[in-house]
């Protein structure tokens, strides 16, 4: 028997863009981004600014941001010829797949990365990257193509210069393929988060580029609640759904880390209203859920979060929030860690039932994308409507557009 879920046909996630409406530059100051609030319960909207986003929440309210921090993924390099090559650098592979220890290692490493003009590169390419008063030399080898990526290794000589230090210096900000125009120097800041900590990220976590150190005072002196969690976003979430219903599509992975003091939190919070900050919030937090229904249950490779087994395993909705997060705790106890590290390809439908988030603050999203599958679990069908009141109503979209807020 087919699965009504993966039946769903991506055609009727589809809507006008105009590319005028595309912002191919953020707004002059952050939180000065137009806000869009939709009300859950009766369905009406509302036009604001974004710095007015105190005025809408409480103190039964609490925000989660990801804290994850872009990364200057995409090298620009010459083979001996001359020709360009593009280098987009997506996760480390080797000597680790942890984020946050690869950044930090010296003399080589080897990461999954696309490669424009990849029939051009048949030796490796010499970098030179300079880097305070000196020059670093890297050399590129690039190793067989899997599935449209290939094995990049990067080697070179001075053991006191780490991954991050080179890559940030020489690197390009890795702007979505929809910004058609080349990263400037301005990007580097507004294409990241002010509350960016931890280094992992292809792509920026969208919803919280609105946020200023101001805002987020001015939420804790209203009493609202801030924490983080970090899940490194992939240039998947670019990918566009090319077949004609969601069950051809394939989900990328993503890494997350969650502390053991954030699950203590959301234990003690159960009785507040938890706000997202973004699509990779929510992904995070849901997946968080179904990582503790497995361990609860037993089931196997619980630290992996697979597209659809959600939807093929109802006993994983019956576990309940306590259940799960106890689980985890758990766990974390037996590991004698006091960090969560896991990944995910959760695929969040309409048809979703979520068991942590409340509401959501996020941007306009491209038609026909998984990220509009899942606001539609938060809207239903009036994401047609808010939709059309946007682009009727001056709304920008996308990554340095305007933002929502369902609650």
Same mark, same amino acid.
């Given at each position: 028997m087919n699965d009504p879920n993966k039946n769903i046909r991506i055609e009727d996630y589809d809507y006008p863009l105009p590319e005028s409406r595309i912002a191919?530059?953020?707004a002059e100051?952050?939180?000065?981004? /137009?806000?869009?609030?939709?009300?859950?319960?009766?369905?009406?909207?509302?036009?604001?600014?974004?710095?007015?986003?105190?005025?809408?929440? +409480? &103190?039964?309210?609490? #925000?989660?941001?990801?804290?994850? !921090?872009?990364?200057?993924?995409?090298?620009?390099?010459?083979?001996?010829?001359?020709?360009a090559i593009e280098i987009?650098? *997506?996760?480390?592979?080797?000597?680790?797949?942890?984020?946050?220890?690869?950044?930090?290692?010296?003399?080589?490493?080897?990461? /999954?990365?696309?490669?424009?003009?990849?029939? !051009?590169?048949?030796?490796?390419?010499?970098?030179?990257?300079? *880097?305070?008063e000196r020059v670093i030399h890297i050399r590129a080898e690039r190793g067989e193509a899997v599935e449209g990526t290939f094995e990049v290794t @990067?080697?070179?000589? &001075?053991a006191e210069v780490s991954f991050a230090e080179w890559i940030e210096a020489y690197g390009k900000v890795p702007l979505p393929p929809y910004i058609r125009r080349a990263a400037e120097d301005s990007d580097t800041e507004r294409y990241q988060t002010v509350?960016?900590?931890?280094?992992?990220?292809?792509?920026?976590?969208?919803?919280?580029?609105? @946020?200023?150190?101001? *805002?987020?005072? !001015?939420?804790? +002196?209203?009493g609202v609640e801030t924490e983080y969690v970090t899940l490194h976003v992939g240039a998947g979430t670019f990918k566009p759904v090319s077949s004609e219903t969601i069950g051809g599509h394939?989900?990328?992975?993503? !890494? #997350?880390? #969650?502390? &053991?003091?954030?699950?203590? /939190?959301?234990?003690?919070?159960?009785?507040?209203?938890?706000?997202?900050?973004?699509?990779?919030?929510?992904?995070?937090?849901?997946s968080l859920f179904v990582v503790g229904a497995k361990l609860h249950l037993g089931l196997d490779n619980p630290l992996l979060v697979e597209q659809w087994e959600t939807y093929e395993n109802p006993a994983i909705h019956e576990v309940t929030l306590d259940? +799960?997060?106890?689980?985890?705790?758990?766990?974390?106890?037996e590991q004698d860690t006091d960090m969560l590290r896991a990944a995910t390809r959760l695929i969040i439908l309409p048809t979703y039932k979520r068991h942590i988030v409340n509401g959501l603050i996020t941007n306009f999203h491209q038609p026909k994308s998984t990220l509009l599958l899942l606001i539609s679990n938060f809207l239903g069908d009036d994401w047609h409507r808010i939709y059309r009141h946007a682009l009727d109503n001056g709304y920008r979209f996308l990554s340095y557009g305007d933002a929502n807020l369902y609650i």
């Open positions: 191919y530059y953020p100051q952050r939180d000065s981004s /137009k806000l869009l609030i939709y009300n859950t319960k009766d369905g009406g909207i509302t036009d604001s600014v974004f710095h007015n986003l105190p005025d809408f929440l +409480s &103190e039964n309210h609490w #925000i989660v941001f990801n804290n994850s !921090k872009v990364i200057h993924a995409r090298l620009l390099v010459h083979n001996a010829t001359g020709a987009f650098c *997506l996760e480390p592979l080797k000597p680790t797949s942890d984020p946050a220890v690869a950044f930090t290692l010296s003399g080589s490493v080897t990461w /999954k990365c696309m490669v424009g003009n990849a029939r !051009k590169w048949k030796h490796p390419i010499d970098i030179e990257v300079p *880097l305070d @990067f080697t070179w000589d &001075e509350y960016a900590k931890h280094d992992g990220s292809v792509a920026a976590p969208t919803a919280g580029l609105h @946020f200023t150190d101001d *805002l987020l005072a !001015k939420l804790v +002196s209203k394939f989900m990328h992975e993503e !890494k #997350i880390v #969650i502390t &053991e003091d954030f699950i203590r /939190k959301l234990l003690k919070n159960r009785d507040k209203q938890l706000i997202a900050v973004g699509t990779t919030v929510t992904r995070t937090l849901e259940q +799960s997060l106890t689980a985890i705790l758990n766990f974390l106890e």
